[in-house]
């Protein structure tokens, strides 16, 4: 069975200060994608990333960066010098490659990241 | 491109009762997956539909079905409501359905009195 733990309920921080949202996953398949979701008030959730369990380049794009440790079951989300606009729950996923069908996502519980001014 | 729709966008039944709720997919997208999304259980697959067929089935009872026309558009029906299925169903779509990345819409919010 997959499980992606989330340990962090809520993060507050103050506007520009640096934030890491944790995630750690258990699969038992080889091959595997780990996503990042963004859910803000309005309730849709935004693709953020995706990462496949063969490619372990950490990746940056803008304010955000993600470090997959597959040694740790571990994608780890950063967003530097935080803005209130990232205020939101953040999901991380994952779900598993049946070669071309079956395919859900099993999302963590989610974290509430708020930004103050 | 127009992002996922989904309509109703809020709906209030009651006990017993049934519900549909729609979903129009991004333009040439063919897989449609549901989600529903409670307080206590969290993000829970549904069911994803690719091509008019149901690929992949979550932990739910019977009463929650769905189905997909052939313009990709999908539905999914609950029927005899339960206060517990009061959620946010979220749908969302994806070119292909191996674990590519999926576009969700902005929900159906399902309140059950």
């Known amino acids: 069975a997959q499980k992606v733990t989330q340990a962090q309920t809520e993060i507050s921080v103050v506007e520009k200060e640096d934030v890491t949202l944790d995630c750690v996953y258990e699969?038992?398949?080889?091959?595997?994608?780990l996503f990042w979701y963004k859910q803000p008030p309005s309730g849709e959730l935004v693709f953020l990333i995706r990462?496949?369990?063969?490619?372990?380049q950490n990746e940056i794009s803008g304010r955000y960066s993600w470090n997959f440790q597959k040694s740790t079951s571990s994608f780890n989300f950063t967003i530097t010098a935080s803005q209130v606009v990232d205020s939101a729950v953040y999901f991380c996923a994952l779900s598993k490659n049946s070669g071309g069908s079956n395919y859900k996502l099993t999302f963590g519980k989610g974290t509430l990241l708020t930004v103050n001014p | 491109k127009a992002g996922v729709t989904q309509t109703p966008r809020y709906l209030i039944k009651t006990r017993g009762q049934q519900v549909t709720l729609s979903c129009s997919p991004i333009s040439g997208h063919r897989s449609v997956s549901w989600y529903q999304q409670t307080p206590g259980q969290g993000l829970q697959f549904l069911f994803e539909?690719?091509?008019?067929?149901?690929?992949n089935k979550g932990n739910f009872p019977g009463r929650f079905s769905g189905r997909q026309f052939s313009n990709s558009r999908s539905e999914m029906n609950v029927s005899t409501l339960e206060l517990g299925d009061s959620a946010l169903y979220l749908c969302?779509?994806?070119?292909?359905?191996?674990?590519?990345?999926?576009?969700f819409g902005p929900g159906t919010r399902l309140t059950v009195t």
């Open positions: 969302a779509s994806s070119f292909r359905t191996d674990s590519y990345e999926q576009y």
């Open positions: 990462r496949n369990s063969f490619d372990e």
């Open positions: 539909y690719f091509s008019e067929t149901q690929r």
């Open positions: 699969t038992r398949d080889t091959t595997y994608y």
